[in-house]
């Protein structure tokens, strides 16, 4: 068997490569997160199980994967892997919706707090305290508080869950957009959904946890949607940078139709540095480290290196995009 991480976020991967020698695996690893399909091709065809961060496995990458039986996707979500692609090859698909799951949710919740009381503001006006010898008060008004206000939280998955209990002793609204949310969940949560136009409108902060699937969620939140919001109103995405027309948001808070933004995703990541959005006072801009934290870290190394036992053993990963090609082609798979 020979396994493949195409590209990683970790310092070093020291402890996969103890890992897969008591295993007695042939193993690779590699940092190809802008390769073109051919230079994927040249390291991973051969390889029996993959492991994928950022590297783009489109339709021609996939095709040309004739060992591959699992491929696993290093994070909650896959849309830089064509599923359907996948299926075709009769190739499982893992990925780890429980990862980063509390860090993300505590990032939004910060970006909230950050924008709310306009941190960086305040810490701005620390050093002209030394040099006038007063504190300008006024150029930080107006300021409001949490308490009482709306929380719009669109997508009620497992991070859109976490941060409406994190807000629970705020003292503070709800108002859930999630068309997909199961009527048993609704019950359990005690809560009634409506539409994302009464989100928008109503909602004082609006936060987004929503996966990436084209066209769906493509610029979910575009011109039409932010100047529906209220003037006092802020936006918080820490889900997937093409939710949010980044264009649109920072004409948005130029024109005051809405007050402030808390941004961890890009459309193009590493975002360009001459984005607007950056230089944007009344935008919170942080370098998609949501995911960041020593524990997440080695959840997930964990949590991979146990879906390469577990096929050594031949069974299919914990959580699987595609449990229908395993249960159909088990013998095949596993031959």
Known sequence: MKFVITDYIHSDLKWEEEQCREMGIDYAFY????????ELLEVCADADVILVNM??????????????????RHGIGYDNVDLKACNKKDIMLGYYPS?????????AVM????CQRKLCQQVNIVSTVTHNGYIDYLSVAPLYR???????????????????????????????????LPDEMIQEYGIATVSKEEVLKESDIVTLHVPFNWPETYHLIDEADLKSMKETAILINTSRGP???LEALNAALDNCEIAHAGIDVYELEPPKPDLPLLRNKK??????????????????????????????????????????ISGKLEEEIFQ
Request: charged share 20%; with cysteine.
């Open 146 to 180: 949490l308490h009482g206000k709306t929380i719009g939280i669109i997508g009620f998955g497992r991070i859109g869950r976490l941060v409406y209990r994190m807000l629970q002793g705020f003292g503070v609204n709800f108002l859930i957009d999630d068309p997909y």
């Open 111 to 114: 970006l909230m707090m950050a």
């Open 55 to 72: 590297a783009k496995f489109n339709e021609e990458v996939i095709n040309g994967l004739d060992k591959c039986k699992l491929l696993m």
């Open 243 to 245: 939710v949010v027309n």
């Open 31 to 38: 940092q190809l997160k802008e390769a073109p399909p051919k």
């Open 283 to 324: 935008a919170i801009c942080t370098p998609h480290m949501s995911w960041m934290s020593v524990e997440a870290s080695w959840d997930i190394r964990h949590s991979y290196m146990r879906d390469v036992r577990r096929f050594l053993n031949k069974q299919a990963p914990v959580n699987q995009v595609n449990p229908e």
């Open 99 to 107: 990862y980063c799951v509390n860090e993300v949710a505590e990032q």
